[in-house]
T-cell receptor, first 113, second 114 residues
């Protein structure tokens, strides 16, 4: 079946602009995760959604970062007033339920000039 | 708190030789352990995982890993390397209950020498 999809695959933006990154999880998966992969920090957790529960935002690096998940499916990660240090690959993952294996999308490569 | 240490950011092996990628973890509660592989410009693909039961876990593409609690290790092995194994490998840990997020190691880039 279809895996996790993310769009866009690449995004180049100017410092100070807002960006939105989209994740379509595997159909029926109740849990959704965002991670960031950067040269300096490796792979780090950002935010986690499970069903209708309040999201775990403990990994968001600043209040410029936010995410929502509409209808328990698609998720959007928004970065406001982008900075050069936000340049990274943003990975989305989903799992059937919270304790299950996480399946990753191909990522969105964000470059902030 | 939990953490993962992968020894060797780069490992090179000859085609047909043994692959050994090292992973040590630190966790205050019983962990679940994972190995993911990332090919260039692609997302992470699950190779194998340990949750409970048999400590020797077999995964895809001929890889296996053994959970050794006494050594807090989960090293990844493959008896005979293939050119297609060239990729970056990540070890990850999460608690066996609660707190579902994964904590990743810094990754090991595997190069296969023809």
């Amino acid at each position: 079946g279809a895996g996790v999809s993310q769009s866009p695959s690449n995004k180049v933006t100017e410092k100070g602009k807002d960006v939105e990154l989209r994740c379509d999880p595997i159909s029926g998966h109740t849990a959704l995760y965002w991670y960031r992969q950067s040269l300096g920090q490796g792979l780090e957790f950002l935010i986690y959604f499970q069903g209708n529960s309040a999201p775990d935002k403990s990994g968001l690096p600043s209040d410029r970062f936010s995410a929502e998940r509409t209808g328990g499916s698609v998720s959007t990660l928004t970065i406001q007033r982008t900075q050069q240090e936000d340049s990274a690959v943003y990975l989305c993952a989903s799992s059937l339920y919270s304790a299950d294996t996480q399946y990753f999308g191909p990522g969105t490569r964000l470059t902030v000039l | 708190a939990q953490s993962v240490t992968q020894l060797g950011s780069h490992v090179s092996v000859s085609e047909g030789a043994l692959v050994l990628l090292r992973c040590n973890y630190s966790s205050s509660v019983p962990p679940y352990l994972f190995w993911y592989v990332q090919y260039p410009n692609q997302g992470l693909q699950l190779l194998l995982k340990y949750t409970t039961g048999a400590t020797l876990v077999k995964g895809i593409n001929g890889f296996e890993a053994e959970f050794k609690k006494s050594e807090t290790s989960f090293h990844l092995t493959k008896p005979s390397a293939h050119m297609s194994d060239a990729a970056e490998y990540f070890c990850a840990v999460r608690p066996s209950f609660g707190n579902e997020k994964l904590t990743f190691g810094t990754g090991t880039r595997l190069t296969i020498i023809p």
